[in-house]
C-alpha cells in the first residue's frame, strides 16, 4: 500500500518529539546505576577465573572480618531442589559444585561502600580443581569432548548422541533428494559465525532490598520485571507477588536484558544484611565475560538452482553452543534461515551443543544473523557461478502470503515482495563502483511476537489521558504508544503520557522482547483507549438522555451519531472528564492478553564495500536497509531501528567476536579489545520503510526491531566477493581474515 | 585509606566533596555530588559515556582520579543547559531522534560540545572522526552525526 | 479430527507419523490430545511449543482449532 492511501490519520505517520527525549538530554533520566537508597550496601562478586573448575572449598573469613562487611553469600545461602529453567538459572547465577566458564560467579560480598566490597571481594578464598574444558562448538560436539553436564539432554535427544548435545531437532517438507535432483546446480558450504555482545552501553545494575519477612524491592535496568520477578522468586523461593519490581529507564537490551543476572544476589546479600538495600553494578568486564552473550554456530548448507534461478531444494545443519546450559538458538536459527524462499522440498537438522562459555541471552532476531550468513551467502555465490543477478533471484523465489514458509506454516501477510522491489528501484544500486570496490546483497527475516500484554488507560480531570505499560521503552515505545492512543481518542500528541510501571501496577507483561512493544501495548493502549471511549459516549447519552448506541467519538468529542438521534453541540473530552465525579466516577479503559496478529518482518540490505589490498581492511561506503514495517507510527524511531539493526550486524560482520585462549579465558573482555563500530567506522545509513500493513493491528504495526541485523553478515561478505573475488565462510571478517582469504584467492 | 578534601567548581557552582584517592572523577561526581548524568559504560576510557570537561579540555571522567579535580572546573551535562534552554545540541538530539536509550547521549552532547569549540564548521567526517570516542549502540550514529552538523549550522548562524 | 504436523524429529514418539491426526476443538485439545495418543511427547510439549494454526501462533490454550485447520508445530518462539 502506498502511504498516500491513509492520509487520514492525524498523528500516525508523524514525528513528535520523544515524551522521555528532555529528561535523556539533560542526565536527568535514572537508569539502572543511578538509584540509591538510604543504609544502602554495596554489592561486589566473585568470579571463576577457570573456564571449567570443581570448587573445592569457599573460605570467607577473611572477607567477614573486614570492617564494614555486612554479608557474604554463596550458593549455599540458595535453596535447594530447582528444576529445569529454574535450576539452570539459579546455577548461573552462582555456580554450585562447579565453575562451568570464565567469569562465572561463586560468591558474592555486601559492604558500606564499593571499594570495601571490592576490598572484600578480594578477599574470598576459593580453592579450585581445574577441569578439561571445550570452547568451540565443533570441538563440543565431538563424542570424547569434556562432559559439561550429565543429564542435561532432553527427550528429544535420541540415544547415542555425544555427550554435549542437550536438543535436537529436523523438520521439513517434501523430498530434497528429490529435488537436487532437479537442480542445474547443486553446492554446499561450511559456515561458522563467533558469538557476539549485545554490547548495550549500560551495563547490570540493580538495587534489591529484601526482608525476613519475604517481602522484597528491586529497581533494576531490565527488558522485563515482570520475568525479572519471576526468575528471582524462582531462583530464591520467593513468593512473586511478595517481590515489587521497578524497571529504570534501560540503557540498551537487544534481548540480553531478558534474564537475571546478579539480580538474585543483591537481594540475597539484603537479606542476610538485615534487609538494607544492595546496589550491584556489573563492570564492562563483568558484563562481557558472565552475561549474555549470543551463541556461536558451525553450519552446513547445500542448495539446488535450476539455470534461470529457481530455487529446488535446500538442506541446512546447524550446531550451536550457547555456553554451558541448553538454550542456543539453533531452531530459530534453522526457523528464519529459508524463510525468504519459496522451497518445495527442504530439510533442517539442528544441535544444541554445551560448551564452557557464559549462558547465552537472546541478541536482537535471535539465531536468524548466523542462518542468514549461511544461506544468504551460499545462494550469492551461486548466483554468481550461474551469471544471475541476486536480486532477481531473490524476487522469483520470493515467497508471498499463502506459500508455505520453509519451516511449516503458510505466511500470513507478508511484504517480501514489496521490499525486494523497493530495493531494486533504490538509486544505490546504480551507482558505480571503482576497484576494490564490491556490493552485496542480502535479505533477512524475523517472526515478531506478541506475548502476554497488559495495558491501562485513565482519563485525567481535565481530559488528558495517561497510559501505563508494562514493556520497558528502548527505543522510543512511548512516542509510538502516545501516538496512538491520541490518534484513537482524538487528542493532542501532547496530552497522552505513556508510563511503564512496576510490577505492582499491572498483570503480567512479557519483556520488550521479540520486536513486540508497540506491537503489543500498542495495540492494547488502542484497545484500552476505545473502552474509554465507550464509557464516554454513555456518559454523554447520559447527560442528553438518549440511547449510548446514538453517539458516536470524533475529533476527540461524542456527538449524536446522525440527525435521529437527537440535536446536541458535540460534548469534547475535557467537558466530559471534567465532570466525571459526578456522572458515575473514574472513566478508564484495560485490555490484557495474547495479542492475536503479530506481522512479520522482511528486510534486504544493499552495501557497497571497499577492500584495501594490502591490509585487508573493508571500508563501508554505503549501505541501505529496505524493510515492511507494516505501518510506521513514529517513522523516525522505525528508521533508528533499521539503522541500529545494521550496525550492530556490520559490527558482527566486520568485527566482533569472543576470543579465548587456550586455558578458555575470554581475552577481550574490554570495548577497546571488543570493538564494536564507532561513528567513523560507518556511513550514512539510508533507509526504505516499506509499508505493507499487518491486518492484526489497529493500526497496521509490524514488529521492527529485530530483523535489521539480520541481512549485514551475508551482506558483506557478498560485497566482499563482488570486491575481490575471495569468499568469507567465518566471522568476523576481520583485516586478518580477509588479507588471508585475499591471499589464498591470489594463489588459487 | 584516608580521604582527601576537594574543593572543585562544577558547572559553575562551588563544591567540596571527599575523594577516597582511588576513586575516579566519575564516582565522585556520581556517588558523591548525586550528578549522576555521567554515565559509566566501561570504566575503561573506551566508550565516552562519561565525557566531561576539565578546564574546557575534553577527558573520560573514569580515568581521570577525583582529588585531580581540587581547584579545577568540571562541566557536566547537568549544566549543558542553562536558564534560558536548552543548547542547540540537546535541542538538535530531541528534534533529530538522535537517541534511542539515551545512556551514550550524555557523553555525546558534551563530546559534540567540545567539538564544536574547536571547529564550528566541521565536515561529515571530522563529525565521525570527531566523536569515534563515544559509544552508541542503538542508533548506527546516522542521526547523531545529522543533530550535530544541523545543532552547528544553527549556532554558525546565531554566531553571526 | 485435525492434522497436526511435527516435527519430524518427534516421530520417534509418534511411531514414524509426521502428520498426526487428534481429536480436538481447541489448542489445548490438541495438546492434551497429542499426550494422550503418544506418551512420550509430555515433556516436550510441556517445556513449551508454539502452535501455529493456519498460518497464526495461537494466543493460548482455548483459540478455536477450526475443523480442517491446517495446524503445525514449533519449537516456542521468542525473540530479543
Known sequence: MAKDEFKEFRLVGTRPDRPDGLDKVTGRARYGADISAPGMLWGAVVRSPHAHARIVSIDTSRAEALEGVKAVVTRADFPTGLTGEDWDLQENTMAGERALYDGHAVAAVAATSKLRAEEAARLIDVTYEVLPHVIDVDDAIKPDAPVIREGAADATVPEGMPPNVVRYMEFGHGNVEAGFAEADLVREGHYKTEATHQGYIEPHACLGQLGGDGKGEMWVCTQGQWFIRKMCAGVLGLDAAQLRVTPSEIGGGFGGKTTIFMEPLSLALSRKAGGKPVKIVMTRSEVLRATGPTASASMDVRIGMKKDGTLTAARAEFRMQGGAFPGSPVDMALYCAFAPYKLDHVAHVGYDVLANRPKCAAYRAPGSPMGAFAVESLIDEMCRELGLDPMEVRLKNAVREGDRASYGPKFASIGLVETLEATRAHPNLAEPLGPNQGRGVASGYWFNHNGETSVSLAISEDGTAQVSIGTPDIGGSRASIALMTAETLGIPYEDVRVNVVETGALGVNEPTHGSRATFASGKAAVLAAGQAITEMCRRAAAEWGIEPEAVEWVDGAAQPAGPNAGKFPPMSIAEIAGKMGETGGPISGHHESVPEGVGASFGCHVVDVEVDPETGRVTILRYLVVQDAGRAIHPAYVEGQYQGGAAQGIGWALNEAYIYDDKGRLQNPVFLDYRVPVASDLPMIDTVIVEVPNPGHPYGVRGVGETGITPPLPAIANAIQDATGARLRALPMNPPAVLAALKAARGA | MSKIHVTTTVNGDPVEFLADPRETLLDCLRDHLGLTGSKEGCGTGDCGACSVTLDDRLVCSCLVLGVEAEGRRVDTIEGMADADGLHPLQRKFIEHAALQCGFCTPGLLVAAKALLVQNPDPTEEEVRYGLAGNLCRCTGYDKIVRAVMDAAAEMRQEAA | ?80
Do not use: C
Open chain 3, 1 to 80: 479430527m485435525v492434522a497436526v504436523t511435527l516435527w519430524s524429529s518427534l516421530t520417534r514418539f509418534t511411531d514414524g507419523a509426521r502428520e498426526v491426526e487428534v481429536q480436538a476443538d481447541t489448542v489445548g485439545g490438541v495438546l492434551d490430545g497429542l499426550v494422550a495418543d503418544y506418551p512420550g511427547l509430555k515433556p516436550i510439549l510441556d517445556s513449551g511449543v508454539s502452535v501455529v494454526v493456519d498460518g497464526e501462533v495461537a494466543p493460548n490454550r482455548h483459540a478455536p482449532v477450526p475443523e480442517g485447520a491446517e495446524v503445525y508445530l514449533m519449537q516456542r518462539l521468542k525473540g530479543g
